[in-house]
């Protein structure tokens, strides 16, 4: 076999639908929405043509949709679902759900603008909204990273010392459209790779009875029946699982490099030239893949800047930034979405996980590619250079600044200007 | 085999309906429902055929048993059992007349 039959040509969305099949998901519920659903629309093929034998419920919403993976995977089964903006938006009070029941969920977001204004574009906003509903998150920024990570994060989601719903994000139509190759593996290399699920729970099966009291209290109960945690231990346990989970996020992606060659760094960040770097870009996903463009540019001028590109976003690996960014001079983050009211949320995380430095770098945040605005190399060089000068200046900019704004064309801004419509 | 953490055993708030949990809700109504055992399948057929009221009641306090019977102390008159009967064997009374 040469190497061009190995591999196939496809979307990233479509990556993500072989994932699935390869690990074998047993219930898939999901509901449309620009950009995710060539994802479940090729599963949907797989099911129907065979190739995959998995139920696919039909919802009326993102919501249902979710509700649906719940019960599912509650009966001890394979779950998956996928979505976008707006979906994750009203899947939210679910997710809740799924955290706080462990239940080893898989979804993927093709990642998109969240409105008003209305946008089909991509921005991280969404899956950065969800930052705190408890579920492990990881970032993709080519569609073999898709693939690859899908399937690790059902084996990740199910070990027994996680059991955590996992999010695999990856840029809408950048990565959601965009052709690539993917190689993809034989099945029974993926059966050795993801063991079957070994659930903590089946509701199904009536006879195991585990609760005692129809509401979880804030005290621990204690009847006849048995005895229960209070909502205090249940949620104390979400953080500890997710805690102890990047361990296991590391060990799994060991393991998937040593069996299938093809490894993202530690499998928490990876790194890009960052040997002898005094300069650090810090992004995820398409601004991540951008930033690589910029590092070659930018070392061909003689300035030693590197990458870390973010893999794992939750749980946030606090202590491995540290050991990288400890020898770091400056470092400059780009966020592909606003914490409204303060600043990037990328940037708000790496500055807490450095607050235990004792050599801080210095640090400048900067918003780009909103709502799809392209992100270009040279924008990124700006705010590099920028971060310099303000570096050697020591000064700190307290307005949140934004790179490849167009205010300038906007005539009606100007004096005398006539405001328009589309205002 | 290392030994599981308290975060591996805390897992899902599975939870299933206990009698009395809510004390006793029985003071809570006026109307009660009461089984009309002529009309109740599993009563008429002495088999485990139907029992929806037993699986319905959300205190729960029908017992699944040939008859089903109402332990009446927790029964809140919510009429839930009356509403999903298939039979139409239960109506709600008067405490009085039970
Ligand atoms: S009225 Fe409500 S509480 Fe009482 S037995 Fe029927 S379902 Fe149960
Ligand atoms: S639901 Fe009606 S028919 Fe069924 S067991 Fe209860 S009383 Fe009898």
Redesign the interface.
């Known amino acids: 076999m040469n190497a061009s039959e190995e591999y196939e040509i496809m979307i990233g969305n479509h990556a993500a639908a072989y994932a699935c099949k390869g690990a074998k998901v047993q219930v898939v519920a999901a509901y449309p929405i620009t950009p995710q659903s060539p994802v479940v629309e090729k599963i949907s093929y797989f099911i129907e043509s065979g190739e995959l034998n998995a139920r696919m419920v039909r919802v009326e919403s993102e919501q249902s949709a979710l509700v649906a993976c719940v019960a599912a995977s509650a009966t001890g089964v394979r779950t998956y679902t996928a979505t976008s903006s707006h979906g994750l938006m009203l899947m939210y009070e679910i997710l809740c759900w799924a955290a706080g029941n462990r239940l080893p969920i898989v979804m993927n977001i093709a990642t998109r603008a969240v409105g008003a204004p209305w946008s089909v574009w991509t921005d991280h906003q969404d899956a950065f909204t969800v930052r705190d509903t408890g579920w492990l998150q990881m970032f993709c920024e080519d569609n073999q990273e898709i693939y690859d990570t899908n399937l690790q994060a059902f084996r990740i989601a199910e070990d027994p010392c996680v059991y955590v719903p996992t999010l695999v994000s990856y840029d809408g139509y950048i990565l959601s459209h965009t052709f690539m190759p993917v190689r993809l593996e034989p099945q029974s290399r993926i059966d050795d790779f993801i063991p079957p699920l070994k659930h903590h729970l089946n509701l199904g099966d009536m006879n195991v009875v585990k609760g005692v009291c129809p509401v979880t209290t804030p005290h621990v109960v204690k009847r006849e029946e048995g005895t229960a945690p209070g909502y205090y231990e249940f949620r104390y346990s979400l953080q500890r699982a997710m805690e102890h989970s990047i361990e296991k996020v590391v060990e799994v992606h060991d393991l998937f490099a040593e069996k299938f060659g093809r490894s993202y760094g530690n499998g928490i960040y990876k790194a890009y030239k960052m040997e002898d770097a005094d300069i650090v870009i810090f992004a995820v996903g398409s601004v991540a893949s951008e930033s690589r463009l910029v590092i070659d540019k930018l070392r061909a001028k003689g300035i030693k800047i590197g990458l870390i590109s973010l893999k794992l976003f939750r749980p946030f690996p606090a202590k491995h930034l540290r050991e990288v960014f400890k020898d770091i001079k400056t470092v400059v983050v780009f966020d592909r979405d606003v914490g409204y009211g303060y600043e990037g949320i990328l940037f708000t995380e790496l500055k807490s996980a450095l607050y235990q430095l004792k050599n801080r770098p210095f640090i400048k945040g900067y918003i780009v590619g909103l709502g799809g605005r392209d992100v270009k190399a040279d924008d990124l060089i700006n705010g590099v250079l920028r971060t310099i000068e303000l570096e050697k200046k020591n000064e700190y900019v307290e307005q949140t600044e934004f790179i490849g704004l167009k205010l300038d064309e906007l005539d009606f801004l100007k004096k005398g200007g006539k405001v328009e419509n589309g205002r | 085999m290392t030994e599981?953490?308290?975060?591996?055993?805390?897992?899902?708030?599975?939870?299933?309906?206990?009698e009395g949990?809510a004390g006793k809700t029985g003071s809570w109504s006026t109307i009660k429902p009461k089984i009309n055992l002529d009309k109740c399948i599993v009563a008429k057929m002495e088999k485990n055929v139907c029992h929806f009221c037993w699986l319905y009641c959300p205190e729960p306090i029908i017992t699944r048993t040939i008859p089903p019977r109402i332990l009446y102390d927790y029964c809140k008159g919510c009429g839930i059992c009356v509403e999903v009967c298939p039979h139409k064997a239960i109506e709600m009374v008067e405490e009085s007349e039970l």
């Open positions: 599981e953490k308290d975060y591996q055993k805390i897992l899902a708030s599975v939870q299933k309906p206990v949990e």
